[in-house]
């Protein structure tokens, strides 16, 4: 598989200022999306997937140069379209207006009702990593489409190969002002992060976080992030220590270490801790 290319800087940066005013002016003119569009846009992602995960798997082991196409069907094809599902089946529960009590009761006397009603921000911006690029991409999606949002995706530069082709799979599946992608390195990132979103989702390292959260900052966007920590093992004394080991090597091995919840260390009781290593 040749090397995609990545469109220039500036070339990159003019798009997502049109690509931004296209969807925020979409927004303004159609409005909340209703149930049955939003269902719509979530079944085709789903149907993105399931049609092109071949391709897709293609992609991933040309990224990553030798990934288990059983692993890529799992954690990335299955796992991007389990949440996908799951939003589309809930997102009518989720739409509904909840009651609340009104404050001070004594309003309610005179016929006073209060209740929240959940609407769209408009457009929200994802920024994803490499480590499980189509999985991570199609996550964030799925929760937004199912609020009714539109989506604007920069998927990480070093998957390249994924990256391109999840570009050219969402052109053919949805219009610009309801999912675009935009592509480039460090320089996008930074340009694709001070946009005016409605909401912004960045997964990645805590340092670019950091860098994220400021340009967000410029626009007051509001930001979820989903950064690297450490994830320690607690065995209590009842353990089993083989099994133990075994899953937390599991654990530790998949994706060759690169998922955010791999084990970093073990804590445990010092009588087991010469059986753990063996």
């Known amino acids: 598989m040749t090397k995609p290319a990545i469109p220039a800087a500036e070339q990159a ?3 997502m200022q049109s690509l931004i005013a296209l969807q925020k002016q979409a927004n303004l003119a159609k409005g909340a999306p209703d149930a049955r569009t939003r269902k719509g ?3 085709r992602a789903i149907d993105l997937l399931l049609n092109h995960r071949d391709e897709l798997v293609a992609a ?3 990224d990553f140069g030798a990934r288990s196409p059983d692993m890529s069907m799992l954690t990335d094809i299955a796992a991007a379209v389990a949440p996908l599902k ?3 089946a809930n997102l009518e529960t989720w739409m509904r207006p909840q009651a609340r009590k009104v404050t001070p009761a004594a309003l309610g006397l005179l016929g006073a009702k209060a209740h929240v009603r959940y609407q769209p921000k408009g457009v929200v911006g994802v920024m994803t990593p490499w480590n499980f690029p189509v999985q991570l991409s199609f996550d964030a999606i799925a929760g937004a489409f199912a609020a009714g949002n539109r989506v604007m995706l920069k998927p990480s530069e070093y998957s390249p190969a994924t990256s391109a082709l ?3 799979l969402i052109d053919l599946y949805f219009d610009e002002d309801e999912l675009a992608v935009v592509q480039g390195g460090p320089e996008v990132g930074a340009a694709f992060a001070g946009l005016a979103f409605d909401h912004l989702i960045f997964t990645g390292a805590t340092s670019v976080g ?3 959260m400021r340009a967000a900052a410029d626009n007051l966007t509001p930001v979820t992030l989903e950064l690297g920590g450490k994830s320690p093992v607690i065995i209590g004394k009842s353990a089993d220590i083989a099994k133990s080991a075994a899953r937390i090597m599991g654990g530790k091995a998949m994706n060759a270490g690169q ?3 791999a084990p970093d260390y073990v804590l445990a009781p ?3 801790v010469d059986a753990f290593v063996s």
Do not use: E, I, P
Request: glycine share 8%; proline share 0%; charged share 20%.
């Open 13 to 15: 940066k003019a798009r």
């Open 41 to 43: 846009r979530l079944t």
């Open 60 to 62: 991933l082991s040309a």
């Open 86 to 88: 799951n939003a589309r």
């Open 166 to 168: 999840m570009g050219q």
């Open 210 to 212: 950091r860098h994220v």
């Open 259 to 261: 998922v955010c919840l």
């Open 270 to 272: 010092a009588g087991s």
